[in-house]
């Protein structure tokens, strides 16, 4: 069960994961009486109007169970246009947000690049939430309406792209297979219904986990993830991008730290009210569901594809070659009331033990001849 401390969802929430609850039961037994758990993972966040992405409950922010960089302060997206504005510069005017969350990354950027004269001539939104997609128009309309023209929601990838793709908290959030080492070989971890819950089961491994699990730095007993979501996700650029660079901003750890002895019992995680827990059987589609990034699979991913990889470090040291304290000290030195929160989301941003080490930035591009601003120090390449 979950900690105690989590608050009791009401009866309209729980009413609302029942019926969710019902329709994933019926897939269980349509496939048998299992299910990956990345089967489970995707139908608790993404089933249309029911999953915890598609249904009408805020999920960022203060009143909802997470706050995200750009919703802690604007100085996230202010250091981030520096390094959009050169990737813009060597190859479109173009960006592409993938997963926009309420919008507020978008405006944030739009505006800083407005600052600079440099405003891109398109600013596309790939956003499958209905929700979501509504809150980002609002947020985009309220916050820089001259620049809203220049905003499309798309649906899809486009076929092909030049410019700059930015995507924060958007891997993490790839359903993940869930995959346990153990002496007599390696099993992947599903879900079952036991006496009228979900429960874990454990089967052998089809052979494309299998032989991805061969390759890994992993000794028995271990229980971690491989997101193959991510992986070809991340492949998929290497035909669509035919110039720019791509700006992946995540949670996560190289493969000798994701994949090490001390965290043995995996990185999936879920958030409900501001509060962690790691029970993802709790409420299905209440919480969100999220795993850490395996930073070695997404370069290796694009560098298959044809990408090169362009640089990958920590948020604290990406946002300081960026100019975010050059941004906060103008900021101080206007005073007031805000220069005081402004420093406290700062010390958020970069701290170690806070997001600064535990969110890392990777850039992978084609057709980028100059080092990018974000990598131009602390570049850990050598660590993947």
Known sequence: ?????????????????????????????????????????????????????????????EEGDFVTAPELTPLFGQALATQVAQVMAMSADEVLEVGAGSGRLAA???????????APARYGILELSGELRARQQETVAREVPHLAGRVQWLDALPECFSGCVVANELLDSMP??????????????????????????????????????????????LVSEINLASRAWTAEWGWRLERGALLLIDYGLPRREFYHPQRSGGTVRCHYRHRSHDEPFWYPGLSDITAHVEFTAIAEAGFAAGLSVLGYTNQATFLMNCGIAETLARRQASGGEGAYRAMGAAQVLLAPNEMGELFKVIALGRGIADPLIGFTRGDRLATL
Request: hydrophobic share 50%.
């Open 176 to 221: 993940t297979h869930v995959i346990a080492w153990r002496p007599e070989g390696v099993m992947e971890r599903g879900v079952v219904v036991a006496d009228g819950r979900f429960a874990w089961d454990e089967r052998p491994a089809p052979a494309a986990l299998a032989a991805a699990a061969a390759e890994l730095p992993v000794a028995a007993p």
């Open 108 to 118: 944030d950027l739009l505006r800083a690049l407005d600052d600079a004269g440099v």
């Open 1 to 61: 069960m979950p900690p105690a401390t989590l608050p009791e969802p009401s009866a309209d929430a729980r009413d609302a994961s029942a019926a969710l609850c019902i329709r994933i039961v019926e897939r269980i037994a349509d496939a048998g009486g299992w299910i990956p758990f990345a089967e489970f993972m995707d139908l608790a966040l993404h089933l249309p109007g029911l999953g915890y992405y598609a249904g009408g409950s805020r999920k960022f922010g």
